[in-house]
């Protein structure tokens, strides 16, 4: 995984929290997360330990970092706020492309981390609060938006966005668990989830 944040305070503080994110990816990914201290992390970064406490609260708080990065989250809303200017089955397709192929770079960290958000629930939380919650605000917002210039029928807004984002979240965890035809055919699976969403499966 190269870990490439947004910008987050000046130049130099900057290229740290990058390397620090670049040292924990690579390290969650061969160890695992449990088995990788912070120790370990801040030696690889070439860095002592108690700097990475100035950039991250945690090692938990590393991980939430490196979610962000995968997703490139702070750079979302800007993406989605320019998508209301184009085709919004075209905004879906190239969002899943690019955000979804920048995420399976990273395969074999998301082996390694994913499963602390389901058995550690502080951790779970921050996610949900950091990482998913704000995604689920901004796309609530984009279809509301849709539906308001008459570019979507109206739906149930949350409940919509929430099974979306389900989905999408499902197709990874069928990659990680290795199922074939997904993985054979992942650079279809853009178009198929599009045809599913804005026609449906009724003759």
Same mark, same amino acid.
């Given at each position: 995984?190269?870990a ?11 290229t740290r929290?990058?390397e620090?994110?670049?040292?924990a990816?690579e390290?969650?990914?061969?160890k695992?997360?449990?088995?990788t201290?912070v ?12 700097t990475?406490?100035l950039?991250f609260?945690?090692k ?8 962000k ?6 750079d979302l ?5 320019q998508?209301l ?17 920048r ?8 082996r390694?981390?994913l499963?602390?958000m %389901?058995?550690?629930p502080? =951790? *779970? &939380? ?7 919650a704000?995604?689920i605000? +901004?796309?609530e917002e984009y279809v509301e938006?849709?539906?308001?210039q008459?570019?979507l029928?109206?739906?149930d807004?949350?409940l ?6 389900s989905?999408?979240?499902g ?5 990680? %668990?290795?199922d074939?035809? =997904? *993985? &054979?055919?992942?650079d279809?699976?853009?178009e198929?989830v599009?045809?599913? +969403?804005?026609?449906g499966?009724?003759?």
């Amino acid at each position: 995984m190269r870990a490439q944040c947004g910008p987050s305070g000046n130049d130099h503080a900057r290229t740290r929290r990058q390397e620090i994110l670049q040292a924990a990816a690579e390290l969650f990914a061969e160890k695992g997360y449990q088995r990788t201290s912070v120790r370990e992390i801040a030696d690889s970064a070439g860095i002592a330990p108690g700097t990475i406490y100035l950039y991250f609260d945690s090692k938990g708080d590393l991980l939430i970092g490196l979610m962000k990065c995968l997703a490139e989250l702070e750079d979302l809303g800007e993406e989605v706020a320019q998508a209301l200017e184009s085709d919004a089955r075209a905004f879906l397709t190239t969002m899943f492309r690019n955000r979804m192929g920048r995420v399976i770079e990273s395969e074999e960290m998301l082996r390694a981390i994913l499963p602390q958000m %389901l058995v550690q629930p502080a =951790l *779970r &939380e921050q996610f949900r609060r950091e990482f998913v919650a704000p995604v689920i605000e +901004l796309m609530e917002e984009y279809v509301e938006t849709r539906i308001e210039q008459g570019d979507l029928r109206p739906v149930d807004v949350p409940l919509t966005v929430r099974a979306v984002q389900s989905m999408f979240i499902g197709m990874l965890l069928m990659r990680i %668990l290795d199922d074939d035809p =997904l *993985r &054979e055919r992942w650079d279809e699976m853009p178009e198929a989830v599009a045809t599913l +969403l804005f026609e449906g499966l009724s003759p």
